[in-house]
């Protein structure tokens, strides 16, 4: 039971078939019994009231009508849940115990969620140092891949997609600034999706940088990140149904295509192959990379930071602060050093008003002019080869669950487009013609 999606679950809820403190104990008992000694090491921290949250759903018959009535989630420890830790897999922030849910977090409480605890992440969502292995933090160690400990296990929502990939939870909540959601969803065989900049509020999350970051969900596949996105907004969406196959207009990035393996080439192909057969109208694009995305990361976490910390439980409110404290403590702390803290800190205002930060923002908003007209006519655009102008340009994006690899890892497909509800319908149809990724094998 622990593997069915999302979906479902709420369908066995409503019917009666268990409760939700029963699947709530459900996945805790495989929480204890599978993370530490599997080595997954995807849960940071277990909030006690979860079944409590539990039974009194189950206690309100009219509650069941919600959503995500008695569904367990896991979330990503850079984002505030009432009564949990948010650390950003610091050990500087292990003081900061949230008072209250992040708006996010408020509104899938609302929608009937049950939350679990906090996963494990690439320490400050992948922007302490260079060096810094994926899924790494210095309060919650290394993350391992459910497929296999030698795999890389992606990063930073690398507990949260793990945590799914598992049978952990229903589902995860991670955060996306460049990858972060949708890549760890590929490498552990899940699905994300990173909502188009500004549809979701960033309030109580300690950030990179406000122009990129966005919150989303992880889950088993297209249809349950719809149902927790849809939750974890201000306004649910409309109902997003499949596109009809015939009806789909498909651009393909073919930038950097020639850096991608033979193989991953070959299962794009394959998958494009079968979606003209079905009626789909393909056409080649060229999105290129942004060099400039580096300078809006570097300008703004300080000034970001600072923001969240000055209303946070946390005793560090500066940058400045957190890096002493990094330098007090080294051996623990700082074994892949600090580097991008250090250079936030050296090379930036922390007030916006750098030359190279606002010669970014000209470049983003002229970028994301073009990237829309260029896209208008399309319903999403897969991207074959690595490229970060989605995530410049605020787009949004995802990944679904696209086959498993001759190495036995599994592999995702890229799609991003310039309407989140146009993209969403067009991936509900593509995810169709994917040949889909196993379970992990894990212990039941």
């Given at each position: 039971m622990q593997h069915l999606t999302a979906c479902r679950l709420r369908e066995l809820l409503c019917a009666g078939r268990f409760s939700a403190e029963e699947l709530t104990r459900l996945y805790l008992r495989r929480i204890e019994t599978l993370d530490a000694k599997s080595g997954l090491n995807a849960v940071a921290e277990m909030d006690p009231t979860a079944i409590q949250q539990a039974k009194a759903l189950?206690?309100?018959?009219?509650?069941?009508?919600?959503?995500?009535?008695?569904?367990?989630?896991?979330?990503?420890?850079?984002?505030?849940?009432?009564?949990?830790?948010?650390?950003?897999?610091?050990?500087?922030?292990?003081?900061?115990?949230?008072?209250k849910d992040a708006p996010v977090i408020a509104n899938l409480r609302k929608q009937g969620a049950v939350i679990l605890g906090k996963t494990n992440m690439t320490e400050?969502?992948?922007?302490?140092?260079?060096g810094m292995p994926n899924g790494y933090s210095s309060r919650g160690g290394q993350v391992s891949n459910a497929y296999g400990r030698t795999l890389n296990p992606s990063g930073s929502s690398t507990g949260s997609a793990v945590a799914v990939s598992a049978g952990l939870c229903a589902a995860a909540i991670g955060t996306d600034t460049s990858f972060s959601i949708v890549a760890c969803a590929a490498a552990n065989g899940v699905t994300g999706f990173k909502p188009a900049h500004g549809s979701?509020?960033?309030?109580?999350?300690?950030?990179?940088?406000?122009?990129?970051?966005?919150?989303?969900?992880?889950?088993?596949?297209?249809?349950?990140?719809?149902?927790?996105y849809s939750a974890m907004?201000?306004?649910?969406?409309?109902?997003?149904?499949p596109k009809v196959p015939g009806k789909l207009r498909i651009a393909v990035n073919q930038f950097n295509r020639e850096l991608v393996s033979p193989e991953q080439c070959a299962?794009?192909?394959?998958?494009?192959?079968?979606?003209?057969?079905?009626?789909?109208?393909?056409?080649?694009?060229?999105?290129?990379?942004?060099?400039?995305?580096?300078?809006i990361m570097?300008?703004?976490?300080?000034?970001?930071?600072?923001?969240?910390l000055k209303t946070s439980a946390a005793s560090a409110k500066t940058l400045a602060e957190i890096i002493r404290r990094y330098e007090a403590d080294p051996e623990r702390m700082m074994p892949y050093g600090i580097?991008?803290?250090?250079?936030?800190?050296?090379?930036?205002?922390?007030?916006?008003?750098?030359?190279?930060?606002?010669?970014?923002?000209?470049?983003?908003?002229?970028?994301?002019?073009?990237?829309?007209?260029?896209?208008?006519?399309f319903d999403a655009c897969i991207m074959t080869g690595p490229t970060n102008i989605m995530h410049f340009t605020g787009l949004p994006t995802l990944s679904?669950?696209?086959?498993?690899?001759?190495?036995?890892?599994?592999?995702?497909?890229?799609?991003?487009?310039a309407d989140e509800q146009k993209l969403l319908s067009a991936a509900l149809t593509i995810e169709q013609y994917c040949p889909g990724v196993p379970q992990p094998e894990l212990p039941a």
């Open positions: 189950d206690s309100r018959s009219d509650r069941r009508h919600l959503p995500l009535f008695g569904l367990p989630i896991l979330v990503k420890d850079n984002i505030d849940a009432a009564g949990l830790h948010t650390t950003a897999g610091s050990l500087a922030l292990t003081d900061n115990l949230a008072r400050f969502a992948n922007y302490t140092s260079q979701l509020s960033a309030q109580g999350i300690i950030p990179i940088a406000h122009t990129l970051d966005s919150a989303g969900p992880l889950t088993r596949d297209l249809s349950d990140a719809i149902l927790f907004r201000d306004q649910p969406l409309p109902d997003i149904a299962y794009y192909d394959e998958l494009l192959q079968k979606l003209r057969d079905a009626g789909a109208a393909v056409s080649e694009a060229r999105h290129p990379a942004v060099p400039q995305q580096l300078d570097r300008c703004e976490f300080r000034h970001d930071l600072e923001q969240y580097s991008y803290l250090r250079d936030a800190q050296d090379s930036a205002s922390g007030q916006l008003d750098d030359a190279a930060y606002l010669e970014a923002m000209r470049v983003r908003h002229q970028l994301r002019a073009g990237m829309l007209a260029d896209l208008a006519g679904l669950r696209l086959c498993m690899g001759k190495d036995h890892a599994p592999c995702g497909l890229f799609l991003y487009g």
